[in-house]
């Protein structure tokens, strides 16, 4: 299983790396601070039975 994923910023278009928590359930959603431009994103993660991981970032 990969241990992280990544989403890209609505609203620099920066490419961030974030961890995945596989304790928190197949279907996450939370919002976080770009690290380059500090604009809100939501971040969806969703985890497939099988483990395979996708995941977006949606300016909040």
Excluded: H
Excluded at 20 to 31: E, K, L, N
């Amino acid at each position: 299983m990969q241990d992280d994923t990544q989403y890209t910023c609505g609203s620099c278009g920066e490419e961030i790396v974030i961890p995945i928590d596989f304790s928190a359930g197949p279907r996450q959603q939370y919002v976080e601070d770009c690290p380059v431009c500090c604009c809100a994103n939501v971040i969806c993660v969703e985890i497939s039975p099988e483990g395979e991981v996708s995941s977006w970032g949606k300016l909040e």
